[in-house]
């Protein structure tokens, strides 16, 4: 069982209507919240990332929730379970790197116990004050597709890095992402109508996958449109990598003509699934296709 089958199951015995996107939007309180978790050897290993590296990427990636929801960043809190081999150096520039990566958002707390392995859990908490908040289940037919920065860069820093490279514009991109607090920004206070947004953490297909179906349409991209580094093509599988390769956290998504602040890759049509099409040939996903690529943090079952 795959995780959005486990988020299905959760979903359904809850019966809550927060459930879905990244962020829980608590409209009564004026907030969106989000948790997310890194666990050593799945998500990152020691050997590869040094401890500012790794508390900067551990809030980073919650800041990109709240940007995909279109909030603004304003508290975060941070859980470690820790092994016994872990030095007060670790934490310190732990902590350096987190308190960097908030730029303007405040830690404000957390807990720390014992464990045999690293366990990172942080908490978001964005204002929505003067901005209209997305959800995935918005996208509209009509409305054009857009993106932010490069795609497949941080994919292809994570091959670097077990090929045994040390440091390289790639491996720069999958250590210390940006969240695109700008972005989000311009579309959420200035969009005057409903919109999907969402960040590429489990790659460009699964955001585009994702949106297509929770709205129930069909994304048409322009393959030629997608932005990307051109070194990628130096990669084998560097088309895999653009759209499969995940922990870019840049945002996709669709908003009317009027409000495009980003690259145009595509529109909104009728229909289903993701349509990418090349110079020679159109391609349909559907999510089905899509999940068979995608990380699996849990082994199939037998």
Known sequence: MKEKEFIKDIKNILNSKYIGDDCANLQKFGIVITQDSL???VHFCRQFAIPYQLGYKSVMVNISDICASGAKPE???ISLSLPEDITEDFINEFYKGAKDAAQGAEIVGGDITGSEKIYISVTA???TAGRRISSRANAKIGQKVIVSGNHGSSGAGLTELL???KESKFIKSHLMPEARKEFSRKIAENISEDYA????SDGLMDALSTIAKESQVCLSVDFDKI???RDLESFTDWQNLLFFGGEDYELVA???YENIQGTVIGEVKQGKGVEIRYKDKTVLYMPDDVEKKLFNHFKEEK
């Open 39 to 41: 666990v050593e050897d």
């Open 75 to 77: 508290y975060l809190t």
């Open 125 to 127: 908490i964005g204002s």
């Open 163 to 165: 090929a045994g490279k």
């Open 197 to 200: 947004m969402m960040d590429t």
């Open 227 to 229: 932005p990307y580094d």
């Open 254 to 256: 669709t908003v009317p």
